[in-house]
C-alpha cells in the first residue's frame, strides 16, 4: 500500500522569500517520488522526481526537492519566490515493484504575494 | 516533450447525453490514465489502460466507461450524462518501461458542465 499526505492546504510567501511545499508518503518498499505544477485551467506538469542517489533532486523552474528517508518526507522547496510560481502543486508517490499507477497527495496552493 | 490531447478545453451537455472526451497522445505510450479533479477532492482515478484493448477500473469507474482501439488515442465515455459529472477530466499518459518511476504526462484538461 502506498499514501502520501500534503498537510498545508495553502502556503502564503512574499516574494522573494524561500518556499516549502511539504509532503510526507508512505510505502511498502523503495520510494519514487515525483513533484508536479499545476497552472489555472490547465493540466498538470511535472516538476522533479527522486529515484535514488542524491537526496536533493533538482527540477524545472528553479525548484528542488530534499528526500529524507527517516522522515519519509519529500518537500519542495525554492530559495526565493516569484508570483508566478503561484499555482497548485501535487505531490506523488510510487514504489519499486508497485504498479505504475502513482498515488496523488490533495494538492497544495501556494501564492506568492508581491 | 511529450504531448497529450484533450480534443475539448469546455464541453456543455444536458443531463442524459452520452458524451465522449478524446485524448491522444504522440509519444508511443503504453499507459494512459484519466482522471477527474474536483476541489477539495484532489484527483481521481477513473479509469486507466495499459495496452491497446486494455482497460482497468480506476477509484470512481461508476458512471464511465473506456475505450482504447488504438495504442495513441485513449477515449472516456459518460453513457448516460448527469449533474454530478460535472468536472475538470485530465487524461495522462507514461512510458511501460519501468512504469513505476516514469511521470505522467498530463493533457490540459477538459472542463465539463453539465447542465
Known amino acids: 500500500a502506498q499514501s502520501v499526505a500534503q498537510p498545508e492546504d495553502q502556503v502564503n510567501v512574499a516574494e522573494g522569500n524561500p518556499l516549502t511545499v511539504k509532503c510526507t508518503y508512505s510505502v511498502s518498499g523503495n520510494p519514487y517520488l515525483f513533484w508536479y505544477v499545476q497552472y489555472p485551467n490547465r493540466g498538470l506538469q511535472f516538476l522533479l522526481k527522486y529515484i535514488t542517489g542524491d537526496n536533493l533532486v533538482k527540477g524545472s523552474y528553479g525548484f528542488e526537492a530534499e528526500f529524507n528517508k527517516s522522515q519519509t518526507s519529500f518537500h519542495l522547496k525554492k530559495p526565493s519566490a516569484l508570483v508566478s510560481d503561484s499555482a497548485l502543486y501535487f505531490c506523488a508517490v510510487n514504489f519499486q515493484g508497485g504498479s505504475y499507477i502513482p498515488t496523488f497527495g490533495r494538492g497544495t496552493s501556494l501564492i506568492v504575494h508581491p | 516533450d511529450v504531448k497529450v490531447t484533450q480534443s475539448s478545453r469546455y464541453l456543455v451537455k444536458r443531463t442524459g447525453e452520452k458524451v465522449f472526451l478524446e485524448c491522444v497522445q504522440d509519444?508511443?505510450?503504453?499507459?494512459m490514465f484519466w482522471y477527474r479533479q474536483d476541489p477539495g477532492l484532489g484527483l481521481r482515478l477513473i479509469y486507466f489502460?495499459?495496452?491497446?484493448?486494455?482497460?482497468e477500473k480506476g477509484d470512481i469507474p461508476e458512471g464511465y466507461s473506456v475505450s482504447r482501439e488504438k495504442k495513441e488515442r485513449f477515449s472516456l465515455i459518460l453513457e448516460s450524462a448527469s449533474t454530478n459529472q460535472t468536472s475538470m477530466y485530465l487524461c495522462?499518459?507514461?512510458?511501460?518501461?519501468?512504469?513505476?518511476?516514469?511521470?505522467?504526462?498530463f493533457g490540459n484538461g477538459t472542463r465539463l458542465t453539465v447542465t
Open positions: 495522462a499518459s507514461s512510458a511501460g518501461d519501468n512504469s513505476y518511476n516514469s511521470p505522467l504526462h
Open positions: 489502460s495499459y495496452d491497446v484493448k486494455m482497460k
Open positions: 509519444m508511443d505510450h503504453e499507459n
